[in-house]
């Protein structure tokens, strides 16, 4: 069983800067990826950026420039920094962590860009 924490949410003011932490503890052989996601009320899980096991690296073209998603493989942490936030980039985002066939989710955290 593997289980992901995420941190770093809050309010900012549009222009302003966030970085989310997900920690992951368990059993974790084999990560194949980890990402972020983002979630709006009443919308789907949407891919915000993703990270493979070798480091490459992918980005939903709205936070292209923007966001960088990074990983700690020592600790088993993946972070998003974000800049340049915008109205449209709240959400809750959460964690997501593949290994072969399995996933799993965090819990999410709530990320608020407003004046």
């Known amino acids: 069983q593997v289980h992901l924490v995420e941190s770093g949410g809050g309010l900012v003011q549009p222009g302003g800067s966030l970085r989310l932490s997900c920690d992951a503890s368990?059993?974790?052989?084999?990560?194949?990826?980890m990402a972020w996601y983002r979630q709006t009320l009443g919308k789907q899980r949407d891919l915000v950026a993703g990270i493979s096991s070798s480091g490459s690296t992918n980005y939903a073209d709205s936070v292209k420039g923007r966001f960088t998603i990074s990983r700690d493989n020592s600790k088993n942490t993946v972070y998003l920094q974000m800049n340049s936030l915008k109205p449209e980039d709240t959400g809750v985002y959460y964690c997501?962590?593949?290994?072969?066939?399995?996933?799993?989710w965090g819990q999410g955290t709530q990320v608020t860009v407003s004046s």
């Open positions: 997501y962590l593949k290994m072969d066939i399995e996933y799993y």
């Open positions: 368990g059993s974790m052989p084999s990560i194949t990826s």
